[in-house]
């Protein structure tokens, strides 16, 4: 999100999440694969791509682009009080920034790294329609019914900062005329989903394991290198344990 002024606002700690986006963003700009595969079981994670990534997100403290202590609300308040130029953060903040009446444009995250395809944090709602236990059951019908109804409510869901899936309305008149969420629809195309694992996702183990190694890289209080050092570390102990389900 920009603002007016030139200095910078992210949550630089008490966010795991937002610390975790920032890094797995830039991560796979260098061209960092998947952090573990085998669906969780075995660690992957490319320390050298890590540490790079780490060493970038250190430099915006360290140059005082962005402050090195700042939570989300605070964040937010830099922005909308005009301490900030830009906000990095989801788009879900769309309509917070709108409540403080500010002048503001939304862009995708900025191609930091030419290393891979264009790649930032991305996490997309989702829809399971459970086996019914006989055909008769299933009311199928009802279901699709369901999903359609959703699906053509899509621009509320762009109102709220969503960039729509459904194509009819990402390309639509009406949503090419929403400002600021359609100037941000491009971003869709580097959408870099968290590690397939019983344990990542939106608010996971994963995110909160990776984003305090990134904390304690954007308050100095570690080095890029045992940054990554550590999230390697930390996720072979996550892997190690089996899983719930």
């Known amino acids: 999100m920009l603002g007016r002024r030139g200095a ?26 998947d952090l573990v595969a085998d ?16 060493a970038y997100i250190r430099r915006l403290t360290q140059e005082k682009v962005v402050p090195a202590s700042t939570d989300s609300p605070g964040a937010i308040t830099m922005l909308t009080t005009g301490k900030a130029g830009f906000l990095m953060d989801g788009v879900w903040q769309v309509l917070t920034v709108q409540g403080a ?43 699709l019914g369901f999903v359609a ?13 969503h960039v729509p899936a459904w194509l009819p309305t990402q390309q639509s008149p009406g949503y090419r005329d929403l400002a600021p969420q359609s100037h941000y629809a491009a971003a869709a195309d580097g959408a870099a989903y968290d590690p397939a694992a019983w344990y990542s996702g939106a608010g996971s183990t994963l995110q909160v394991v990776v984003g305090n190694a990134v904390t304690s ?25 089996p899983a719930p389900l």
């Open 149 to 161: 109804a959703l699906l053509n409510s899509s621009k509320m869901w762009a109102e709220g900062g």
């Open 217 to 241: 890289v954007f308050t100095g209080a570690t080095s890029p290198t045992a940054g990554a050092a550590r999230m390697r570390r930390e996720l072979r102990e996550l892997a190690s344990l």
């Open 8 to 33: 910078g606002s992210v949550a630089s700690v008490k966010d795991a999440s937002t610390q975790f986006r920032l890094f797995w963003s830039f991560y796979r700009q260098i061209g960092g694969g």
């Open 101 to 143: 009446k500010v002048k503001f444009d939304v862009r995708p995250l900025p191609r930091v790294f030419r290393d891979a395809p264009y790649a930032c944090a991305a996490d997309s709602h989702s829809l399971v329609l459970p086996k019914a236990p006989s055909a008769a059951a299933q009311r199928l019908d009802l279901s």
């Open 39 to 54: 669906q969780g079981k075995k660690v992957v994670i490319d320390t050298a791509a890590a540490a790079e990534a780490l």
